[in-house]
């Protein structure tokens, strides 16, 4: 999956959360909460479609997500974890928890997660 950058992430987060919608309503969403002309969301729309991330359909240039928000967090933090770490999760893990404190539910739910992806259930 090709890096989606903050401005398509700004395009992506109403269609995840109201699912397929025309490219006006998405202009005006847009520009309430960004301040964005309808020029800006247009191309910003043009270059998902070319990453293949967005569906266009007509008639009235309906968007719809064609990746989900779960897919681009897992290739984000996968990258990230390659970048800065190395590969390692291990390393990963422990920069982001150096100097934060857990609550035992989150210690409990962490063990959880830790006891399942040893049992090969990732879900």
Known sequence: MEKLFDSELRVMEPLWADGPQSAGELAKKLAASAGWNRNTTYTVIKKLVDK????????GFLCAPLVSREDVQ???TDN???RLFGGSNSQFLSAFFSGR???????????????????????
């Open 52 to 59: 293949g991330a967005v569906s266009r359909s007509d008639p």
């Open 74 to 76: 897992r290739a984000e």
């Open 80 to 82: 990230l974890i390659t």
């Open 101 to 123: 404190e857990l609550t035992p539910a989150e210690a409990g739910e962490l063990r959880s997660l830790i006891e399942r992806l040893e049992r090969g259930d990732g879900t």
